[in-house]
């Protein structure tokens, strides 16, 4: 797994902590404000003397919601409802950044000694889309999709832009939106099958690369074990003495640059020869080859183009007659998504279904 820093999001509000610029550190607030819908909750509990105080426009005294104040070196708050703000910290010298849509940034040295409190009025900073679309450069902006939890990659992930055009990453979790105007702000919305979405407002600059991390759906996870359940009742007594079937939890271990093929011979290697046929999504792989339809080598490249992060379960089937093997089943996570969706349907029968086999 590489080793950068990545964004940190409160499961319960939604929010983005810090949005890392791979190989610069941390993003400046100044430039650069990412918000998810949703409000915000402390980073992390604290002890030391209270620092507060309030966000309010300048000229208007009206509270600033969900701007941005960071402490450097200690993490961030949204500002409430009433523009507050609150950090516990140690007695000492800090400097203490807030930005917010629509406001110039400001930035600030404070000094903690005991209750402290340092209020904020930020000036009118409106952006002038017509005349910064016009002028302004046109970049790429290049990043990674990762689950928040593992942090391995997430594949055929979406990102939409305001604009319409959706991108989606690819097996390493990759994704480039292309000509994009620097400077000016850009919704961008991230949602893949078993993830909660993600919507933020960016305002790229340069050709930065960002990493977005996606939290895992409960309510999906629920439903993909339901379906896996069905295939666990499904097999019966049929399953092979010596293959193990591997669900998603299993499979993620190798994410990050290894295939299902990869994964089959780590786990599995001494019993390989015994699987003749392949299965994936409910329909035979491979090529007919003598009298057995298809062997796993006749599925290699299926395989070999197949990563762990795509698929949700793999099982192995034993089965009699003639020719007496295992049967190995791969279920995709797109699979899964149809399947829950109505779009696909398991076979009543896997045994009748796999006839070419023998």
């Known amino acids: 797994m590489m080793g950068h820093p990545r964004p940190k999001v409160d499961p319960a509000a939604n929010v983005l902590q810090t949005l890392p610029r791979r190989g610069t550190g941390t993003v400046d607030l100044s430039s650069l404000m990412l918000l998810f819908l949703g409000a915000a909750s402390p980073v992390a509990a604290q002890t030391g003397d209270p620092l507060i105080g309030r966000v309010v426009e300048a000229g208007t005294n009206r509270s600033i919601e969900a701007a941005t ?72 902006v290049r990043g990674r999709v990762r689950d928040a939890a593992e942090d391995f990659p997430i594949v055929d992930a979406a990102i939409f832009t305001r604009s319409g055009s959706a991108e989606e990453t690819d097996p390493h979790g990759r994704f480039r939106l292309e000509s994009v105007p620097e400077g000016v702000p850009l919704s961008v919305r991230v949602q893949a099958f078993g993830y909660l979405p993600l919507s933020i407002v960016m305002i790229p600059e340069g050709d930065d690369t960002y990493d977005f991390h996606l939290q895992e759906d409960p309510v999906a996870r629920r439903l993909i074990d339901a379906h896996v ?130």
């Open 229 to 358: 359940s069905r295939l666990e009742e499904r097999i019966g007594f049929r399953w092979s003495a010596v293959m193990h079937p591997m669900n998603r939890d299993d499979l993620v271990r190798y994410a990050g640059g290894a295939t299902i093929w990869d994964v089959l011979l780590a786990e599995n290697r001494l019993w390989l020869d015994r699987v003749k046929c392949v299965v994936l999504d409910e329909r035979v792989v491979g090529e007919r080859s003598g009298p057995i339809h298809n062997t796993l080598d006749a599925a290699r490249a299926t395989l070999l183009g197949l990563v762990p992060e795509e698929v949700e379960r793999l099982e192995f089937m034993a089965y009699g007659g003639r020719y007496k093997g295992t049967v190995l089943r791969v279920y995709t996570r797109d699979f899964m998504q149809r399947l829950i969706s109505g779009r696909a349907q398991l076979v009543e029968h896997p045994q009748g279904h796999d006839i070419n086999c023998r």
């Open 69 to 140: 104040v960071e402490l450097v070196g200690e993490g961030w708050r949204l500002t409430s409802a009433t523009g507050t703000y609150h950090f516990d910290v140690e007695p000492g010298e800090y400097r203490l950044r807030v930005a917010a849509f629509g406001y110039t940034p400001e930035s600030r040295i404070v000094l903690v000694e005991g209750l402290t409190v340092v209020d904020f009025e930020l000036r009118i900073a409106p952006v002038e889309i017509d005349s910064l679309a016009v002028h302004a450069r046109l970049i790429d």
